[in-house]
């Protein structure tokens, strides 16, 4: 059982970015899907999340109306969608599963992912 991001990379200030989430073991339709980032020397903070319906969408305030979460339940990916990038937006981007039912929660977190924006 995984999630494993990938798409990170070097970016310049406006450029744009793709994040890939895909898990394996599981399957993410019932699960709550997330993006947090970590930036440099701070804590991790959520970026976005989407809802197992996929029609729930919620964004930290700092990067609304530039970026997007999408999930494709039948490839069982989660995309985030990063576009006008500023440094500020240099962090480890975790992907993390969630999913409460009527017992325990259950939880995956990903590795990962780096992403750098400078010129």
């Known amino acids: 059982v995984q999630v494993v991001e990938s798409g990170g990379g070097s970016v310049q200030p406006g450029g744009s970015l793709r994040l890939s989430c895909e898990a394996s073991?599981?399957?993410?339709?019932?699960?709550?899907m997330s993006w947090y980032r970590q930036p440099p020397g701070k804590g991790r903070e959520l970026v976005a999340n989407i809802f197992s319906s996929g029609d729930t969408s919620n964004y930290a305030d700092s990067v609304k109306g530039r970026f997007t979460i999408s999930r494709d339940n039948s490839k069982n990916t989660v995309y985030l969608q990063m576009n006008s990038l500023n440094p500020e937006d240099t962090a480890v981007y975790f992907c993390?599963?969630?999913?409460?039912?009527?017992?325990?929660?259950?939880?995956?977190w990903g590795q990962g992912t780096q992403v750098t924006v400078s010129s």
């Open positions: 073991g599981f399957s993410i339709s019932t699960f709550r």
């Open positions: 993390h599963a969630y999913y409460k039912g009527w017992g325990p929660a259950t939880e995956y």
